[in-house]
């Protein structure tokens, strides 16, 4: 069975929420990680979420990011499932301080 992994990264997201092209999901995917790494020399708070189309749902929501460490959003052997009307946003209580990283399994066969 052949699978299609992918990423997707945001450099130095700040104060504004950045979301990841609207091609994240060109079908149902599932997401397999999310990490989010602080930047900078400060400690920060960091949020990410999902819009459906209608609503913010979200994965975590002004998570404490120590200096000079990340975070792991999904852990183990979890999985969520996207789809292609979903965006995925992130937003950092400080300017150009997070960095991300999204693996997903785009298709499988």
């Known amino acids: 069975m052949a699978q299609d992994f992918e990423r997707q ?13 609207s091609g994240v999901a ?3 995917d599932a997401v397999i990680s999310i990490r989010m790494a602080n930047v900078t020399s400060s400690a920060i ?10 609503a913010n749902i979200y994965i975590v929501k002004d998570i404490s ?6 975070v792991e959003l999904i852990d183990g052997a979890s999985r969520f499932v996207i789809q292609s009307s979903d965006r995925i946003w992130f937003q ?7 960095d991300v990283w ?3 399994v785009d298709a499988i066969s």
């Not at 990264?9 to 092209?21: D, E, I, K, P, R």
């Not at 990011?65 to 990340?70: A, E, H, L």
Request: include cysteine; proline fraction near 2%.
């Open 45 to 54: 708070t960091a949020s990410c979420y999902i819009h459906n189309g209608s």
């Open 9 to 21: 990264t945001l450099s130095q997201v700040g104060t504004n929420a950045v979301g990841l092209g």
């Open 65 to 70: 990011i120590p200096t000079g460490s990340s």
């Open 102 to 104: 999204v693996s997903l």
């Open 26 to 28: 060109n079908s149902d």
């Open 92 to 98: 950092s209580s400080a300017a150009s301080s997070l």
